[in-house]
């Protein structure tokens, strides 16, 4: 019997009545942790795939999509990036993107949940190479309350969160991005998944309004990805100094570019332009 797994946007609590269906084989693991439920299952066209409170986190075939999308465009936006943190990302394929850069010294990740790091390493060894690289430091503990007391530390920061319900809706506060900005040396730039903007607007707004209310220049960027509802996806950019045309490091791009399956300088240039609806909705 064919078996299909669904990722429901329920109509009672975001207003869609959306399915995102994906054909899946064997389930692979299925646990709870302290904080959500993790499933790994194989599907016959897209490899292994990762569902966290029954959303579609990545798939092998495509995960590039996102964590190309999230690492390289703050890291290219940036002169020098040499002190990086990843909050959330528990997977492992934003820090495998982050450590391709030679410049990084130090790549902290802070994920909450120690489950998912474990699975990952165990079910998806392509995404995790980077957990053992010297230049790594992981730490399972609350982004939130990592950011505490960091000040004038981080070149980027990159919030690779769930949606904002859960361990991670603290993730999307005012006061969270307050101490984000105070984390950021003077050039520091920080970006954030920042969901769909078809289905997602309210949450886009919303986040908006209080990037807005800390960052002196704010914009949002796109990403093709078909594993997510609706299959395109966005990040939102913040940054004290630098935007995204500021001094982009053309060369450097380039050169990464072969070794990447998304992400180049057209792509670059090009995801930071948005459609009408998008620029309406979120006054750009
Ligand atoms: N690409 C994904 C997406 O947008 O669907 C995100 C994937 S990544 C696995 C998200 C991670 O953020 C999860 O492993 C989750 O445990 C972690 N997370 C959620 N809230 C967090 C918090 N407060 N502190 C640190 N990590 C958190």
Redesign the pocket.
């Known amino acids: 019997m064919e078996k299909w797994f669904n990722e429901i946007i329920d109509e009672n609590v975001f207003d869609i009545g959306a399915r995102t269906s994906i054909k899946i084989g064997k389930t692979l693991f299925e646990g709870q942790?302290e904080?959500?439920k993790l499933e790994i299952v194989e599907t016959p066209k897209f490899g292994r795939m990762?569902i966290?409170d029954d959303?579609?986190?990545?798939t092998d075939a495509h995960?590039y999509a996102?964590?190309e999308m999230?690492a390289h465009v703050p890291m290219f936006a940036h002169p020098k990036p040499e002190q990086v943190l990843i909050?959330?990302?528990?997977?492992g394929?934003?820090s495998r993107e982050v450590l391709r850069h030679e410049s990084v010294k130090r790549c902290v990740m802070?994920?909450?949940?120690g489950l998912?790091?474990e699975k990952?390493r165990e079910f998806f060894p392509a995404l995790t190479t980077g957990l053992d690289d010297p230049r790594m430091e992981l730490r399972i503990?609350?982004?939130?309350?990592?950011m505490e007391d960091k000040v004038d530390t981080f070149d980027i920061i990159m919030v690779?969160?769930?949606?904002p319900v859960?361990?991670?809706?603290?993730?999307f506060s005012k006061d969270f991005y307050k101490k984000v900005y105070a984390a950021l040396k003077p050039g520091g730039i920080v970006v954030a998944?920042a969901?769909s903007p078809y289905y997602f607007q309210k949450t886009q707004r919303e986040l908006f309004e209080v990037l807005r209310e800390v960052y002196p220049y704010t914009a949002l960027y796109l990403s093709a990805i078909p594993f997510?509802p609706s299959g395109t996806?966005s990040f939102a950019f913040a940054s004290k100094q630098h935007r995204e045309d500021s001094q982009p490091r053309w060369e450097d791009m380039k050169a990464m570019a072969l070794e990447l399956e998304y992400f180049n300088p057209e792509i670059y240039k090009a995801c930071f332009a948005l459609p009408n609806f998008v620029k309406r909705n979120l006054q750009f």
């Not at 909050?87 to 997977?91: F, H, L, V």
């Not at 802070?110 to 949940?113: G, T």
């Not at 859960?166 to 993730?171: F, I, S, V, Y």
Request: proline share 2%; glycine share 14%.
């Open positions: 942790s904080y959500q990762m966290l959303c579609v986190m990545l995960e996102y964590h999230m909050i959330g990302g528990g997977d394929g934003t802070v994920e909450i949940d998912v790091v990952s503990e609350d982004g939130v309350k990592y690779d969160s769930t949606d859960g361990p991670a809706e603290g993730l998944q969901e997510y996806w």
